[in-house]
């Protein structure tokens, strides 16, 4: 994970179950367990933001 990465506290990783172990990387839209590696890419819907 890159700097501007930060950790999702409270929160499970569907993949492996591992509890505190997943950072969400704001710059390239990604959430990724630091476990088992999996990634999930997050994609907003257009006009979700005002």
Same mark, same amino acid.
């Given at each position: 994970m890159s700097g501007l990465a930060h950790f999702l506290d409270g929160l499970r990783c569907s993949a492996?179950? !591992? !509890?505190?172990?997943l950072w969400l990387d704001t710059v390239r839209g990604l959430v990724e367990c630091q476990g088992c590696g999996q990634s999930a890419l997050l994609v907003p819907e257009i006009g979700e933001c005002e």
């Amino acid at each position: 994970m890159s700097g501007l990465a930060h950790f999702l506290d409270g929160l499970r990783c569907s993949a492996c179950g !591992l !509890l505190n172990a997943l950072w969400l990387d704001t710059v390239r839209g990604l959430v990724e367990c630091q476990g088992c590696g999996q990634s999930a890419l997050l994609v907003p819907e257009i006009g979700e933001c005002e």
